[in-house]
């Protein structure tokens, strides 16, 4: 196993990326932290972990609170002793809009989420990990970063400062022996999949569109953002750091 013994924390792992990622560390061995606004989710997902012989922990968190993100990390090193391994995968997406249809609460959110949720993860997390002399602090960017799509600008935004700030959180971890990275996913099924559509529901001609862009010929499944997190969480990916790694079938080629 990869990850024997080892304590993970994903957020937004109540679905989709996240939910597919806590239950991969956890095949691999990691003792998994699952955090989501939707702490039914969250404990679907352990009850999940658990029946496949893991341990798991389900809380509910706002990663958008200093306050749920400093209990998280104490919770689960009063847990489980330590901490290895944190995902900062929750984030909200943006209905297409042209940019003067965009209101300032909708901007203000999808920071709040998708950035500030990502700065405050790294904040109560990172000292830790320093203490450690080890560690491995996740992101979840977007291929939005590099190739943004017509009227995803605010999405985008978010999702390229991150990717920015893997790479200064690198800078400042690596002396410590903690490695920071960001994985950039093109359009996976996930519930927020309609959403990047502009649709209530994925439709074929919703869905044949969004394929016709990816050179591979397919979206991502979660699945393969969670089995390129446990590459990067584990020693097999020691010597990446600050990358910004592409899971797209080709789409930004």
């Not at 937004?12 to 806590?22: H, K, L, P, W, Y």
């Not at 090193?77 to 909708?106: C, H, M």
């Not at 991150?162 to 994985?183: D, N, Q, S």
């Amino acid at each position: 196993m990869k990850l024997k013994d080892r304590v993970a924390i994903v957020t937004g792992a109540g679905s989709g990326i996240g939910a597919a990622s806590a239950l991969a560390l956890a095949a691999e061995g990691a003792r998994v932290v699952v955090a989501d606004v939707n702490e039914t989710a969250a404990k679907a997902i352990v009850e999940k972990i658990e029946r496949q012989g893991g341990q798991g922990l389900a809380l509910h968190v706002d990663v958008a609170r200093a306050a749920d993100n400093k209990a998280l990390v104490e919770r689960a090193v009063a847990t489980f002793g330590r901490l290895d391994v944190f995902y900062a995968n929750a984030g909200v997406p943006q209905w297409k809009s042209d940019i003067e249809e965009v209101e300032e609460q909708v901007f203000d959110r999808i920071f709040a989420v998708n950035v500030k949720g990502v700065w405050l993860g790294a904040r109560y997390a990172l000292p830790v990990m320093k203490r450690q002399r080890r560690g491995v602090f996740l992101i979840t960017a977007s291929t939005s970063a590099i190739r943004p799509r017509p009227g995803g600008q605010t999405y985008a935004a978010s999702k390229g400062a991150v990717v920015t700030l893997a790479k200064a959180l690198a800078l400042e971890a690596a002396p410590h022996g903690v490695r920071v990275v960001a994985i950039a996913p093109v359009a996976t099924h996930t519930p927020m999949l309609p959403t990047f559509m502009n649709k209530q529901a994925v439709d074929a001609e919703g869905l044949a569109r969004y394929e016709a862009t990816v050179p591979l010929g397919r979206l991502n499944q979660p699945e393969d953002i969670a089995r390129t997190a446990v590459f990067l969480a584990s020693d097999d990916a020691a010597m990446i750091t600050g990358s910004c790694v592409e899971v797209d079938g080709g789409r930004c080629i």
